[in-house]
């Protein structure tokens, strides 16, 4: 049973608009949750965070929200970047959790 | 060294062969992680490492896969008689504490393809 769930395996957007990537998770013991970014043949590298006592996160063109009573998260970027195609990966960890679950990934594509 | 390292790239294997991944992590990580991606999947934990102990194996699908860290610092995941579902990215990932809160960095990974 997937704890952490990216419905959309793809998502097109145009430069300059605003990408929404989502994700779901079913634990309710989680409270930290990661956003990761994969380019193809290289590792996935971190993005940003957002610790579950706050409901957004904003680092630059990245913002992160989080609705605990949904258990649902969404990462914004505005405005989208060519650069920014790669595939997205959402993670979430537990109190004294050692390891990261991840979701299956949507994969962003920004037309120039 | 810089960051995390993974070799081989890529392995290309016959179903039946036992292989050998290594990962390197970043000097002075004490936690180590291994996850694989199947194609058209999600990152599957496999195993995790905190120095040369693994507290956590829960992720590893099944007896013909183990693996190893020796020195605190180098692991190594293998798989005995490959099968073909086994085909994978295998990535390895290290970070400081092995909190989850912590970010995690990871390798390029190890392309496995089992024919």
């Known amino acids: 049973d997937q704890q952490v769930k990216q419905n959309s395996p793809s998502l097109s957007v145009q430069e300059g608009r605003i990408s929404i990537l989502n994700c779901d998770y079913t634990n309710s013991m989680f409270d930290y949750f990661l956003w990761y970014k994969k380019y193809p043949a290289e590792g996935p590298t971190f993005l940003i965070s957002?610790?579950?006592?706050?409901d957004k996160n904003e680092d630059g063109r990245f913002t992160v929200f989080l609705n605990k009573s949904a258990k649902h998260l969404s990462l914004h970027i505005v405005p989208s970047q060519p650069g920014d195609s790669a595939v997205y990966f959402c993670?979430?960890?537990?109190?004294?959790?050692?390891?990261?679950?991840f979701g299956g990934g949507t994969r962003l594509m920004v037309k120039p | 060294g810089a960051g995390v390292s993974q070799s081989p790239s890529n392995k290309v294997t016959e179903k039946g062969k036992d292989v050998e991944l290594r990962c390197d992590p970043i000097s002075g990580h004490t936690a180590l992680y291994w996850y694989r991606q199947s194609l058209g999947q999600g990152l599957e934990f496999l195993i995790y490492f905190q120095g040369n102990s693994a507290p956590d194996k829960s992720g590893l699908p099944s007896d013909r896969f183990s693996a190893e860290r020796t020195g605190g610092s180098v692991s190594t995941l293998t798989i005995q008689r490959t099968q073909q579902e086994d085909s994978a990215v295998y990535l390895c990932a290290s970070s400081s504490l092995g909190q989850g809160m912590e970010k995690l960095f990871f390798g390029s990974g190890t392309q496995l393809s089992v024919l």
């Open positions: 993670a979430a960890s537990a109190p004294a959790g050692n390891m990261l679950t």
């Open positions: 957002i610790s579950s006592i706050k």
